[in-house]
């Protein structure tokens, strides 16, 4: 197993996770990261994606060490819907399965209304919200063969809290949510249950990118808890809904964001 640091001492070990093949989008940075860490502690058999090859693997040499299973890397550009199925196909036969899919992968750069373009609108739904769907598409069989699994899709406060120069990447957040409810209802009886987390605004260097520290304490007035979230944060919500102590959970959106209001 890997050895426990000091930040994360507290955390929960869930039994039904060891061994699990768990899939990661967007896992060399940030919060995808941090859940691929976060899933490697728990035992669980664990493989990546990411267009930032030389971070993703550093990543799995940093963990492997450790680890009960070495987590996999694998460089994939998700906006390439014709790569995702090989990708995934080579990954499973890899894990030998996907019990878990995190549909982590994004990106939330900032755009005005009189900017976007048809080619930009398609550019940003390709990277927020398409490749949720082809991702999930791929690891079905193997879920089904197994006769259940979990795909957490990942989300936006921000569309919640409409924030300004956002509005493509926030109606595909909105999307993302809606394509949750339709999934968690076609394949409950599959055994297969779909969630959605809604990051809020989480500490990392690309969201750092966006904030004066003027900027910074407005958001911290407006949240309940006036602290940053981590990565480790959101990795732990996701840690439970993946569980079997979720086992009854599908079909919602579950907030790690402090209460932003």
Same mark, same amino acid.
């Given at each position: 197993?890997? =050895?426990? =640091?000091?930040?994360?001492? $507290?955390?929960?070990? !869930?039994? $039904? ?7 990661? #989008?967007?896992?060399? $940075? ?11 502690? &728990? ?6 994606? @990411?267009?930032? @090859? ?7 040499? *940093?963990?492997?060490?450790?680890? *009960?299973?070495?987590?996999? !890397? +694998? ?21 030998? /399965? ?7 992968? %994004? %990106?939330?750069?900032?755009? $005005?209304?009189?900017?976007? =373009? ?25 879920? *089904?063969?197994?006769?259940? /699994? ?11 809290? /409409? ?5 493509? !990447? &926030? =109606?595909?957040?909105?999307? #993302?949510?809606?394509?949750? +409810? ?21 500490? #990392?260097? *690309? ?7 003027? /900027? ?13 979230? &981590?990565?480790? @944060? ?19 959106? !579950?907030?790690?964001? %402090?209460?932003? +209001?």
């Amino acid at each position: 197993m890997l =050895t426990i =640091t000091r930040s994360a001492v $507290s955390r929960a070990i !869930y039994p $039904s996770l060891q061994d699990r093949a768990v899939i990661v #989008t967007g896992g060399a $940075s940030g919060i995808g990261a941090a859940l691929v860490e976060a899933f490697v502690a &728990q035992g669980a058999r664990v493989g990546f994606v @990411d267009i930032a @090859d030389a971070e993703g693997a550093a990543l799995a040499a *940093r963990l492997a060490a450790d680890a *009960r299973h070495a987590p996999l !890397y +694998r460089g994939c550009d998700l906006t390439d819907v014709a790569g995702i199925a090989p990708v995934f196909a080579d990954l499973v036969a890899a894990l030998g /399965g996907a019990d878990v899919l995190l549909n982590n992968a %994004a %990106a939330d750069d900032r755009h $005005s209304v009189a900017d976007v =373009t048809p080619a930009c609108w398609d550019a940003r739904m390709n990277v927020n919200l398409r490749h949720q769907f082809f991702a999930a598409q791929a690891v079905l069989p193997a879920m *089904r063969a197994a006769g259940g /699994g979990v795909i957490l899709n990942f989300g936006s406060v921000s569309w919640h809290l /409409g924030l300004p120069d956002l509005v493509v !990447y &926030q =109606t595909a957040k909105a999307a #993302t949510e809606g394509m949750t +409810r339709a999934m968690a209802r076609d394949l409950g009886g599959d055994g297969i249950r779909v969630n959605t987390i809604v990051p809020g605004n989480v500490q #990392t260097p *690309r969201q750092d990118r966006w904030y004066t520290p003027e /900027g910074e304490a407005k958001i911290l007035a407006a949240q309940c808890l006036p602290k940053r979230i &981590q990565p480790a @944060d959101v990795a732990a919500l996701a840690l439970f809904l993946a569980s079997d102590d979720a086992r009854m959970c599908t079909g919602h959106n !579950y907030f790690v964001d %402090a209460g932003w +209001r």
